[in-house]
Structure formats: structure tokens, C-alpha cells
């Protein structure tokens, strides 16, 4: 028997949420309770400066509301992330183009392979016919990896041998549209923000794909670890500058991930979560809601 995702997305934010909830435990509210809760959010990745925002505004909080024991100003905190959180919940709307045409991008082991088998999964659930570009045209043995699995699940797997990734993707988009799928999916090889040559092919299969339909790709996704730390925030501000995400995919936040990037991305780049990873297995794929989330985190 399977726990349940929530229980396994508290286990992965468990260190967070300990660290946070021990300090409140029969604390008075003075210098040192802030003092320590700057130093537990510092921890948990927020980032200086999500971390002094969120401290100011509970400062106000407590003040306004005169707030005299330190569960009120648990509570208080709780909802200052939420709020804090609440902008970057957005659903991935399907049906909006036909095909909606989706590229997906990520550095290496962020889990973008497995993403994109839950994505499919998910579309597929939602009665979405899903047409994948295997633009990962480095790696020959993932490549025949994916046509199998795309057999064995009913997605159409478009590839090339020894294929530039942009031809690739404007292939699937022809495809896509020829055979009326609801979705294309265009996978991109990993890379790293600062492979400028890579990063610059990144934009070129953006580009290319816009010249297979108009107004595509409709979401530019990036995959991204949630144990990565600081460098998550990082992650996602090079690859915006490049390409102008729509969404972000937080993977891994059942594992040991510490959850406050999600405050920092919130402050710095706020591009919406469309979900959460929450397991290896297809099924471990959630919306981000930013209620369930803190509730994990803080408990
Ligand atoms: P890629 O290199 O970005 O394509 O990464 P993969 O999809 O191959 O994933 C790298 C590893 O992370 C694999 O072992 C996956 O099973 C694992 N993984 C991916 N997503 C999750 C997740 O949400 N939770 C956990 N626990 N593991 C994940």
C-alpha cells in the first residue's frame, strides 16, 4: 500500500518542516524567535530576500494583530506563505489550441524524462491524444527507449536518427497537426544555463517551432529539481531570459527537497507551478496548490 502523495510530500519537506515547527514549540515572541526563524527560512533555500519579506510583513502582523503567543504567529506565518505562494498556482489548461504545442526544457537528472511520461499520462487522462518529438538527440538509447514506451502507451513518438532538434520539432508540429492530436510535446535535450551554445539552440527550436504554427509553442515548460537549492531560482531565471517560460514543473519534493525556493522563486521570478513531483512512479504528479504545500511545509 501506497502513503498517500500529501503524507510523502510532508516526509520530503520534513527537515523544513521541523526545523520550522520546533521553533514555535513554547516560544516567547521576541528578537530571538525572529532571529531563528530568519536563520530556519535561510535554511530551508527561501533566500535572503523572500526570507526578509516574509519576516517584516509577520513583524507588522504580529504588531497589528497583537498577537501574544507563538502558535497565533505560527498560524500568522502560514498564512503569509500562502499568500506569498497563492501567485504561482496555475492550471495547465488543455484544449485551448489544436494541437496546444508544449516544449519542455531542463538540465540533466532534473527529472524531465520522467516529467514528461507523467505529462502524457495526464493528458491522456483529460482524453488528450498526445504526439511527443524526442528532441533528445544525443542520447541514441533514449531514444529507442521512448518509441517503445510510446508503443506500449499510445503516443505517437516522433524522431530522427541524426536529427537537428529544431527539424525535429518542426517535424512534430507538422505531424501533430496532420493527424489532429489534441497535444504535441516537444522534449529538448538537458542543458545547463551556462552552456550559452546550447541554450542559444534552445531559442532556435523555439523559433523553428513558431514557423510550424503559429503562435506555438503556447507553453515553454521548465523541469526543474526541488533539491537544487538556490540554484533552482538560478535555473529559472536563465532559462526565462531565454525563452519566456509559461510554467515551471517542481520535481522531486518527495525526496529531501527543502521547499523555500518556492518562496524565492515566488519573489524573484514568479512563473506560475503548473505542478509538483511527488514520486518516480507515472501517477506521482500533482497540481501546485499553495495551501497544501505550506501545510506540508509548516504543518
Ligand atoms: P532527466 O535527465 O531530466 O530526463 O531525468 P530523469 O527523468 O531521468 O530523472 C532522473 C531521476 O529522478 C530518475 O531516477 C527519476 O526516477 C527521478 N525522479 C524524477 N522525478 C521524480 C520525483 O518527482 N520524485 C522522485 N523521488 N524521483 C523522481
Do not use: C
Not at 498556482?89 to 516529467?115: D, F, Q, W
Amino acid at each position: 500500500h501506497r502513503r498517500s502523495w500529501m503524507d510523502r510530500l510532508k516526509t520530503g519537506l520534513s527537515k523544513t518542516s521541523s526545523n520550522l515547527s520546533l521553533l514555535f514549540v513554547g516560544a516567547k515572541i521576541d528578537e530571538y524567535l525572529y532571529e531563528e526563524l530568519e536563520a530556519a527560512l535561510l535554511m530551508s533555500d527561501a533566500g535572503m530576500d523572500a526570507t526578509q519579506f516574509l519576516l517584516d510583513a509577520l513583524r507588522l502582523k504580529v504588531k497589528q494583530d497583537k498577537l501574544l503567543d507563538a502558535a497565533a504567529v505560527k498560524v500568522a506565518l502560514k498564512g503569509l506563505m500562502i499568500d506569498m505562494l497563492r501567485p504561482l498556482e496555475k492550471p495547465l489548461e488543455l484544449g485551448r489550441h489544436e494541437p496546444l504545442v508544449m516544449m519542455i526544457s531542463g538540465v540533466n537528472g532534473a527529472g524531465k524524462t520522467t516529467t514528461i511520461g507523467k505529462l502524457a499520462k495526464h493528458m491522456q487522462a483529460h482524453h488528450q491524444s498526445v504526439l511527443l518529438a524526442a528532441g533528445d538527440t544525443f542520447r541514441a538509447a533514449a531514444r529507442e527507449q521512448l518509441m517503445v514506451w510510446g508503443q506500449r502507451n499510445g503516443i505517437i513518438v516522433v524522431s530522427q536518427a541524426s536529427g537537428d532538434p529544431a527539424a525535429v520539432a518542426f517535424d512534430a508540429v507538422q505531424s501533430g497537426k496532420a493527424r489532429s492530436v489534441d497535444v504535441v510535446m516537444v522534449d529538448t535535450a538537458g542543458r545547463l544555463p551556462t552552456q550559452l551554445h546550447l541554450m542559444e539552440e534552445l531559442k532556435k527550436i523555439k523559433r523553428v517551432i513558431g514557423k510550424g504554427m503559429d503562435g506555438a509553442p503556447h507553453e515553454t515548460l521548465l523541469v526543474i529539481d526541488g533539491n537544487t537549492g538556490q540554484n533552482a531560482l538560478t535555473q529559472v531565471k536563465a532559462f526565462d531570459d531565454a525563452l519566456g517560460l509559461t510554467g515551471l514543473v517542481i520535481t522531486k519534493l518527495d525526496g529531501t527537497a527543502k521547499g523555500g525556493v518556492l518562496a524565492a522563486i515566488a519573489r524573484a521570478r514568479p512563473v506560475p507551478v503548473y505542478f509538483i513531483g511527488v514520486g518516480e512512479k507515472i501517477e506521482d504528479l500533482q497540481p501546485f496548490n499553495a495551501t497544501e504545500f505550506v501545510e506540508a511545509l509548516l504543518g
